[in-house]
């Protein structure tokens, strides 16, 4: 089996709170630990402050880690020297949510997607811009796009040439940080049918952060469920979709319309989710499950194993399982 390109081991990220006395901080990323492989699409999901996109950012190492480690094809980012890091920071890039946000609007498009060349000592300007016209090739894209500046294109196109950019330098693992959120329903496929071909054509892998859970089941091998900072399960896509065992995974497949083809899931939860500056005592979601225990209050369970592809962080699943070997 090949060795992950990407390894979160026990990732912790904290933030100071503003105008508060003494040194606190509250917890945005919450000991997490994750697998990237080559080629893989993960798939990132849970509700709007999470810390999904803290995560990402950690990833592409523009957020500093409070604990943990950050393996890139088994080298701690930590450790890299500046120059070892611009390298390593070279082979992951990102696409953000919102192109119009992200491209800087005083340059034209051929500017946007040559910058990270010139930035990283491709001198000769002919080859720089042979490369331009291939890489906005690769997202469909012609030539009379190159003089053309942000504010004149459509959305998707906007988001095209970020991806064009995101591969200038040859990256092997891309963040999509909402990729398509910002755009309209059928844009929003063609950008996922553009992502899957180039996935394949150039071998990339993504970490695709998303709440949207009908693109994370169209374009996810494997998917990461988040909530409050904490990974709760983790499952290929296939599996988690048909077999869902923590209740706040329930809840969210429960929570999109004829997501299931089959029976609808039994869990519905209207309360939103605490804040991670007061976040509940033992299992962080707790306060919104409907089979919380005392045992659920008091400790927050650890991601145990349930097989080779599913792992899941809950006290009531540990019960179930034990019940079932005693039975047998």
Not at 109 to 128: A, C, H, M, T
Not at 150 to 163: C, F, K, N, T
Not at 289 to 298: G, K, N, Y
Request: proline content about 6%.
């Amino acid at each position: 089996m090949s060795k992950p390109i990407l390894s979160l081991r026990e990732v912790v990220k904290e933030f100071p709170i503003r105008g508060a006395r003494g040194n606190l901080s509250f917890r945005a990323v919450n000991h997490v630990s994750l697998d990237i492989f080559p080629g893989e699409t993960v798939g990132l999901v849970g509700e709007s402050g999470c810390g999904k996109s803290t995560l990402g950012y950690m990833v592409m190492d523009l957020q500093p880690i409070t604990q943990g480690e950050i393996l890139f094809e088994g080298q701690k980012l930590a450790d890299a020297s500046k120059v070892e890091r611009r390298k390593l920071q070279a082979k992951i890039q990102i696409v953000f949510q919102d192109p119009q946000s992200s491209l800087n609007p005083r340059f034209r498009i051929g500017q946007i997607v040559e910058e990270p060349l010139r930035l990283n000592g491709w001198r000769d300007k002919r080859e720089r811009k042979n490369l331009v016209l291939q890489l906005l090739s690769k997202v469909s894209l012609g030539e009379e796009y190159l003089r053309r500046y942000p504010h004149e294109l459509s959305g998707g196109q906007r988001q095209r040439v970020a991806i064009a950019r995101a591969l200038s330098l040859n990256p092997q693992l891309i963040v999509l940080d909402e990729p398509t959120s910002a755009l309209d329903v059928s844009v929003q496929a063609q950008i996922l049918n553009l992502l899957r071909e180039l996935q394949q054509n150039l071998k990339l892998s993504y970490l695709f952060i998303s709440h949207n859970l009908a693109v994370i089941r169209h374009l996810s091998s494997k998917v990461a469920v988040m909530y409050l900072g904490q990974i709760v399960e983790i499952s290929g896509t296939d599996d988690l979709f048909a077999k869902p065992l923590h209740p706040y995974t329930k809840m969210l497949l429960s929570s999109v319309p004829n997501l299931n083809d089959e029976r609808p899931l039994e869990v519905a939860v209207e309360s939103e989710m605490p804040s991670a500056m007061h976040p509940p005592s033992g299992c962080s979601f707790h306060p919104r499950c409907p089979q919380a225990s005392e045992l659920c209050r008091q400790f927050n369970p650890e991601l145990q194993r349930v097989n080779d592809l599913h792992w899941v962080s809950c006290h009531n699943f540990s019960q179930k399982e034990e019940e079932t070997k005693g039975d047998a």
